[in-house]
């Protein structure tokens, strides 16, 4: 059965940095995109970026990039995302979702990850 | 590409026949997925490249569409329906639609 597994709910103050995880398991990791998605009440989900299980390579929507930093840990079949410089706007959930290689549709979603920012 | 989904919200009574829009700004060229996601919880996927099914999902779920012009249609409304339902362009960038929220009457 494929599980994704993320962190639990993080509270943090502006200006500090966060870093999510997402441990997977039931499906071989390195055959796979993980995608970082993130959904703000009343707001369409957007995607953040992906990486490929197998090398680390990443991709990122432009909106993000230096916001989000991907990385992954094939021995334990995790992937996670490193949020910097975090302000109001990065209050949101963060999911992860798997795409297979080729097929940019999501399957399979963790939970999310609920992000709050405040002094 | 742009998706606008109509309507925002939506009524209707168990055993309707529900039909949901999305319309891209551009040619989707049928690579267009719809997802449920119920209060709380992650979004599931229960169509991918315009009509196909996936797997585990009732088959009171459908899809259609090309060009610019997609539709999720609910066969018989089912009280477990109770969801929004976003629309996902993956033909040029990534993009969801705003959702729709299917409530029963």
């Known amino acids: 059965e494929v599980q994704l597994q993320q962190s639990g709910a993080e509270l943090v103050k502006p200006g500090a940095s966060v870093k999510l995880s997402c441990k997977t398991s039931?499906?071989?990791?390195?055959?796979?995109?993980m995608s970082w998605l993130k959904q703000m009440p009343g707001q369409n989900i957007e995607w953040i970026g992906n990486i490929y299980g197998g090398n680390g390579g990443t991709g990122y929507n432009q909106k993000f990039k230096g916001k989000a930093t991907l990385t992954v840990d094939k021995s334990s079949s995790t992937a996670y995302m490193d949020l910097s410089s975090l302000t109001s706007e990065d209050s949101a959930v963060y999911f992860c979702?798997?795409?297979?290689?080729?097929?940019?549709?999501?399957?399979?979603w963790g939970p999310g990850t609920m992000v709050t920012v405040s002094s | 590409i742009q998706l606008t989904q109509s309507p925002s919200l939506l009524s209707a009574s168990v055993g309707d026949r529900v039909t949901l829009s999305c319309k891209g700004s551009q040619n989707i060229n049928n690579y267009l997925a719809w997802y449920q996601q119920k209060l709380g919880e992650a979004p599931k996927l229960l169509i991918y490249n315009t009509n196909s099914l996936q797997t585990g999902i009732p088959s009171r779920f459908s899809g259609s569409g090309s060009g610019t012009d997609y539709t999720l249609t609910i066969s018989s409304l089912q009280p477990e329906d109770v969801a929004t339902y976003f629309c996902y362009q993956y033909n040029n960038g990534l993009t969801f639609g705003s959702g729709t929220k299917l409530e029963i009457k």
């Open positions: 039931g499906y071989t990791f390195s055959n796979y995109y």
């Open positions: 979702a798997r795409n297979e290689w080729g097929y940019w549709y999501f399957d399979f």
